[in-house]
């Protein structure tokens, strides 16, 4: 018993120190409240029960140790009241609910026990070591539902403050609640745990200590939940379980005779089985709450909490079946259901159908838009109670009850989710796990929820038709772009048709029209992959010979009967694809012929600048204004000509900006038009590695 001699000496100092700390330096602000005083007493009392048990541990001496369980059950019963004075509202005396009636049994069993104390100082009784555990087990017991209560309804930020000193006390009750269940259940304390039951005091003092510090303005102000509430009764109803259990296993042991040692193991074995089924039941979980909520609280629901939860789930779904999952999950939550249904419509003409279950069959049913059922959630917004329609169908006029609703089993509650004035869809609940009381309270609540809800699943819905129809916008700013590229096609086979008339019998020219037919025929290919396909035809970037490209757009220009100027200072090729390059250049030498009479002048320059080349389409046509050229001139579908389709621009700038390189118009109106293009150079290496390598004196 020397280390838990020592271990109590430990504790008995730093309660010293918190009580020094209480009365010196914080007397301005604890004391003069009503939990700095139940606070003081807890310190003084623990200090008390500490030093004794060291003095008697340590020294030797009986009469201390006459006197500890007397300190025990005073230190046990002051950290009791200090939890007990968190939990008073304010204004008033005593606590409300479910602490008022925890305080109530503590103080009972408290006065009790002390009786028995002093019964046995004086020689007249002794409660013996099996009633003594049972005794501080349960006010052990009661202190962790006080405490647990009263740390759930603290604030966030009072919650930081209190961690410290809210797990030393938890783990000191924890640490008495295992070492008297020994007690209780086998007559004795175990001396090992003894042996560091003062060490788990002295946690304690400074934890309290750390608090304080964090703390800084005084007690906390707490306010009870309905789950505070809920999670407080479950740990009572568990403990006073327990404690009947202690009661039966002492009195199987006390009558078993010599099976009384298994029978007890075997009677605690399903005591605690019964106890984790009853925990895990849904339908005791929905009694407990239904009790509460109408015994306990003027409102059913915690509206914070509720509306927290149910905005969460909502917001965590990416697809509209989970969507639709969690919205009847939601809602069945809220009634203690057990499963339900949710039904949508795909389209504004269409009928609802159920898209959505849990714990509930596939039904195949369908409701029409147009029918009874649908007008009256529609119109009304009203939650359809089935039991009550099939009860007493008069309370509902002229609503005919659909002939799927009537053949589901246990259908209970048709929840409208309604977004403005439509009706997105509506959940069917199955009937809850516990009888359950409707009244205003749970149908505004339904009502809410549902507009929440159909907010969310329109917003759903909303999306995956934007996805829709921006894979259709995709398509036909494809298609835009094929039809742009054949119309090229045309104006080249019908100028080659033209041109036909009269060089019909030249050999060069027949040569040339079978290329031109052979290079139309390869473009209509990769046309039609890039429709089936949905992707651009891949083009090659290789370094394009931009003399020789602007001198296919001069023949081509020639062939519609204009000249086109053309300077070029040096040989340059650029980087990207021939054919595509060569359709950007033809589009911009197409628009000025197309912008000017066969009298004015285009032309077209080509030069290096730095690491680009420059290359210029000019004309003196008609021009543009700025404010085209600037807001809608690269835009698509925007176009000056009455035939054109307002794609060429746009994919001229898209593929030049692609490439790296960057493209700028000057017009003015009646003056003509200047396109300036740069375009990165390709330069090839004079030769390979290996011949550098090769060179002499390299």
């Known amino acids: 018993m020397l280390l838990a001699g020592w271990g109590f000496a430990l504790a008995a100092l730093a309660h010293l120190a918190l009580v020094l700390d209480l009365l010196l330096v914080r007397r301005r602000k604890a004391p003069q409240l009503p939990a700095g ?64 009636a925890v305080a109530a049994i503590s103080a009972l069993l408290l006065a009790l026990a002390l009786a028995g104390q002093v019964l046995r100082l004086a020689g007249s009784w002794s409660p013996g070591p099996q009633l003594t555990g049972l005794t501080f087990l349960t006010l052990s017991v009661l202190a962790l539902v006080q405490l647990e209560q009263a740390v759930r309804a603290l604030s966030e930020d009072a919650r930081w403050s209190a961690k410290p000193a809210g797990v030393a006390v938890v783990a000191m009750l924890c640490f008495d609640l295992y070492m008297y269940s020994n007690s209780a259940f086998f007559g004795g304390i175990d001396g090992d745990v003894f042996a560091v039951r003062g060490f788990v005091e002295a946690l304690v003092a400074p934890s309290v200590w750390i608090s304080l510090s964090r703390q800084g303005d005084g007690p906390f102000r707490l306010r009870v939940s309905q789950r505070a509430a809920f999670h407080s009764v479950a740990l009572l109803l568990s403990g006073g379980y327990m404690l009947f259990v202690a009661g039966v296993g002492y009195y199987v042991r006390f009558f078993g005779g010599e099976w009384g040692a298994a029978l007890q193991k075997g009677t605690i074995f399903l005591a605690l089985l019964g106890l984790v089924a009853l925990a895990v039941s849904g339908s005791m979980r929905a009694r407990l709450k239904v009790f509460l909520g109408k015994n306990f609280f003027r409102y059913r629901y915690d509206y914070r909490d509720e509306w927290l939860k149910f905005t969460n789930a909502l917001s965590s779904q990416a697809t509209p079946q989970e969507l639709g999952l969690q919205i009847v999950r939601g809602l069945a939550d809220l009634v203690e259901s057990p499963g339900g249904a949710l039904w949508v419509s795909p389209s504004v003409d269409a009928p609802f159908r159920q898209s959505a279950q849990w714990n509930m069959p596939p039904a195949h049913g369908a409701e029409p838009r147009d029918g009874t059922l649908v007008a009256a959630m529609k119109e009304q917004g009203r939650v359809v109670n089935v039991d009550e329609w099939r009860t007493d169908p008069a309370r509902y006029g002229d609503l005919a009850m659909p002939d799927w609703l009537a053949q589901v089993p246990r259908a209970w509650l048709v929840v409208p989710l309604r977004s403005g004035d439509s009706l997105t869809g509506f959940v069917l609940l199955h009937s809850p796990r516990a009888e359950f009381e409707l009244n205003w309270e749970v149908y505004d609540l339904l009502k809410t ?16 038709a934007l996805l829709e129809a921006r894979k259709f916008d995709a398509f036909n700013r494809m298609s835009a772009f094929v039809v742009h590229d054949l119309k090229n096609i045309v104006t080249q086979l019908s100028l080659m048709l033209k041109n036909a008339k009269r060089l019909q019998s030249n050999p060069e020219f027949q040569q040339d029209m079978l290329m031109t037919v052979e290079n139309s025929l390869e473009k209509m290919r990769q046309m039609m992959t890039q429709l089936r396909e949905g992707v651009a035809a891949t083009d090659g970037t290789v370094g394009v010979d931009l003399q020789q490209l602007v001198r296919r757009a001069e023949e081509l220009a020639n062939g519609q009967g204009r000249q086109l100027g053309v300077r070029a200072s040096e040989p340059l090729s650029a980087r990207g694809s021939a054919e595509r390059l060569e359709r950007v250049v033809g589009h911009w030498i197409q628009n000025a012929i197309d912008a000017t009479q066969p009298n004015q002048d285009i032309w077209v320059e080509l030069g290096r600048l730095g690491g680009y080349a420059a290359l210029k389409v000019g004309d003196r046509g008609k021009g543009m204004t700025a404010e085209f050229v600037r807001d809608q001139l690269f835009r698509p579908f925007q176009s000056t000509k009455s035939t054109g389709m307002g794609i060429g621009a746009y994919e001229s700038q898209q593929y030049i900006h692609e490439l790296g390189g960057k493209i700028s118009v000057d017009s003015v109106p009646g003056e003509g038009t200047l396109v300036s293009m740069l375009l990165p150079l390709f330069e090839k290496p004079s030769g390979s590695d290996l011949e550098i390598l090769r060179t002499p004196g390299a």
Do not use: K
Request: net charge positive; hydrophobic share 60%; charged share 10%.
């Open 37 to 100: 005083r139940a606070l003081m007493a807890a310190a003084m009392l623990s200090l008390l029960w500490c030093a004794m048990t060291a003095v008697a541990l340590l020294i030797g001496l009986p009469s201390a140790l006459a006197g500890v369980d007397l300190a025990n059950l005073l230190r046990l019963g002051a950290w009791t009241a200090a939890l007990t004075v968190l939990v008073v509202p304010p204004g008033r005396r005593w606590p409300q609910g479910n602490s008022g």
């Open 449 to 464: 929820a549902g507009r929440q809800a159909a907010s969310f699943l329109a917003q759903m819905m909303a999306t995956e």
